[in-house]
């Protein structure tokens, strides 16, 4: 339990939070060979609404949909198009989600089927890379220490850390200050604290680090052409450490468990 002086923001995000852990559990189970982006979409808004929630993403600086669908080579902000999946897919789902006034998001990068050797690596990092920052977290901590966490699990096995899209601070809005990037020197940069909350969400490139954005003005691939992975938690700031709200763990007062 966190016995800090946000307590009631944190719990509300925290239900924010549970509502898009089971947005992505839902998305993945519905993710099969044949299914398109556009039916993910339908089945995300539907939880998110029928939990009480609104979507954080739909109408952001116009996003048309209520998840990002990045499959393959793209990195992060596909929008949910025609595409149907198949098997041997990598996909990304990022997903946010709006409760009295405060906001949860995350993201997961899953195979379809089975997945060549290389892309499981490539997930298995991206997601250890997530879980290294998040062990970071805590009052006094700086954001060096969670960005040198993840990127170290990216040069481990030589994968590109894209450094144009990164982390950010999230509360009553889905993207507030600070940055949050997954590079960093350990020691360096703004001390969290208690009550702040963050997103940690590394990007991890099975080729190169650099970005291209296509012509629909959202969607971000790799340059290369490489496959990417991305995983994003939701994170309160406590004295004991960090508090995950997204991972779908915290609280019995979620609305429609
Ligand atoms: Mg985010």
Same mark, same amino acid.
């Given at each position: ?91 990304? #789902? =990022?997903?946010? *989600? ?7 998001? &995350?993201?997961?990068?899953? $195979? @379809?089927? /089975? #997945? =060549?050797?290389? *892309? ?7 997601? &250890?890379?997530?879980?290294? $920052? @998040?062990? /970071?977290?805590?009052?006094? *901590? ?116």
């Amino acid at each position: 339990m966190i016995t800090i002086k946000k307590r009631d923001e944190f719990e509300r995000m925290a239900v924010a939070g549970a509502t898009v852990a089971v947005v992505l559990r839902t998305v993945r189970e519905a993710a099969t060979p044949g299914v398109t982006m556009k039916e993910l979409d339908a089945i995300a808004a539907e939880v998110i609404r029928g939990r009480g929630c609104t979507p954080s993403f739909l109408g952001y600086h116009g996003f048309p949909a209520h998840i990002c669908t990045s499959p393959n080579s793209v990195i992060v902000h596909g929008i949910p198009n025609t595409y149907r999946l198949k098997r041997g897919d990598i996909l990304s #789902i =990022d997903a946010g *989600a709006i409760y009295e006034g405060f906001h949860g998001d &995350a993201a997961i990068t899953f $195979g @379809i089927g /089975e #997945i =060549d050797p290389a *892309a499981q690596r490539l997930l298995d990092a991206a997601e &250890a890379g997530l879980w290294a $920052g @998040i062990q /970071e977290v805590k009052h006094g *901590a700086r954001l060096g220490d969670i960005g040198s966490a993840v990127q170290a699990e990216a040069d481990r096995l030589g994968y590109g850390v894209v450094r144009e899209y990164v982390g950010h601070g999230i509360g009553r809005q889905m993207h507030e200050e600070p940055q949050v990037p997954n590079f960093g020197k350990k020691g360096t940069g703004m001390k969290l604290r208690t009550g702040m909350a963050v997103c940690i969400e590394p990007m991890f490139n099975l080729g190169g680090p650099e970005t291209r954005v296509e012509a629909d003005g959202w969607t971000v691939v790799t340059a290369d052409g490489s496959l990417s992975a991305h995983f994003e938690h939701t994170i309160g700031v406590t004295e004991d450490g960090p508090v995950v709200f997204t991972a779908g763990d915290l609280f019995s007062s979620s609305p429609g468990d």
